[in-house]
T-cell receptor
C-alpha cells in the first residue's frame, strides 16, 4: 500500500547549520506530497506542499522538491534557527473509497541548539 | 479564532471506562478525521468522515466508534478503554481535497491505567 518513509531522528544541529530531512514514498498514481510541522504541545501545521512532479514547495525558508524519478520529497533549509526545533512529518495524499486522505511518515524530531 | 477545537486536553481513564472525545471546526470543512499519535509510529488514521452523515474506518478503527453529529462536529468514543489506547488523539478537518491541507486541533492526551 501507499506509504512514507522518513529519516530516523532525532536530529540535533547548531544554529545556522544546513538541514536535510530525507523522505521517500511508495504510491500508486501521482500523489500530492506535504511536509507538516509539530511544535511542542501543539497540533500539526502544514509547512509546504507540492502537487506534481518537479514542483518545489517552499515556506519560512524551508524547501522540498517533488522528485518522481527517485520518489523523494526531501526537506531542506539553509540556515536553521532555534525556533525551528519541532517534529517534522512527511505525508502523501491517497484517494480511497472516493475520498482523499493523508498518509504520514513517523516523524523526525529536530533540535536546534544556540 | 477559526480552527479545530478539541476537548478535553487531558484525560485519565481506568481500564473498562468509556468516554467521548469532542471535536468541532468552524471553517465549513466537509471532511473530518481522527488520528492517534504514538511514539515511533507517527500518526495513524482511526476514522474519517468525508461529509456530514458518512463515516469510514481508517487504519486502526478497532475499539473506537465515531459520530458525525453535523457538519461542524465529529466525536470519537471509546466504549471500554484499554491501556493500548493510551495515546495522543488529534482531530483534523479539510476542505474537499486533502491538497488544500489539513487543519489540526491541539490534541487530547489520554492515559488508560
Amino acid at each position: 500500500g501507499d506509504s512514507v518513509t522518513q529519516m530516523e531522528g532525532p536530529v540535533t544541529l547548531s544554529e545556522e547549520a544546513f538541514l536535510t530531512i530525507n523522505c521517500t514514498y511508495t504510491a500508486t498514481g501521482y500523489p500530492s506530497l506535504f511536509w507538516y510541522v509539530q511544535y511542542p504541545g501543539e497540533g500539526l501545521q502544514l509547512l509546504l506542499k507540492a502537487t506534481k512532479a518537479d514542483d518545489k514547495g517552499s515556506n519560512k525558508g524551508f524547501e522540498a522538491t517533488y522528485r518522481k524519478e527517485t520518489t523523494s520529497f526531501h526537506l531542506e533549509k539553509g540556515s536553521v534557527q532555534v525556533s525551528d526545533s519541532a517534529v517534522y512529518f512527511c505525508a502523501l495524499s491517497k484517494t480511497q473509497g472516493g475520498s482523499e486522505k493523508l498518509v504520514f511518515g513517523k516523524g523526525t524530531k529536530l533540535t536546534v541548539n544556540p | 479564532n477559526a480552527g479545530v477545537t478539541q476537548t478535553p486536553k487531558f484525560q485519565v481513564l481506568k481500564t473498562g471506562q468509556s468516554m467521548t472525545l469532542q471535536c468541532a471546526q468552524d471553517m465549513n470543512h466537509n471532511s473530518m478525521y481522527w488520528y492517534r499519535q504514538d511514539p515511533g509510529m507517527g500518526l495513524r488514521l482511526i476514522y474519517y468522515s468525508a461529509s456530514e452523515g458518512t463515516t469510514d474506518k481508517g487504519e486502526v478503527p478497532n475499539g473506537y466508534n465515531v459520530s458525525r453529529l453535523n457538519k461542524r462536529e465529529f466525536s470519537l468514543r471509546l466504549e471500554s478503554a484499554a491501556p493500548s489506547q493510551t495515546s495522543v488523539y488529534f482531530c483534523a478537518s479539510s476542505a474537499d481535497r486533502a491538497i488544500y491541507g489539513y487543519t489540526f486541533g491541539s490534541g487530547t492526551r489520554l492515559t488508560v491505567v
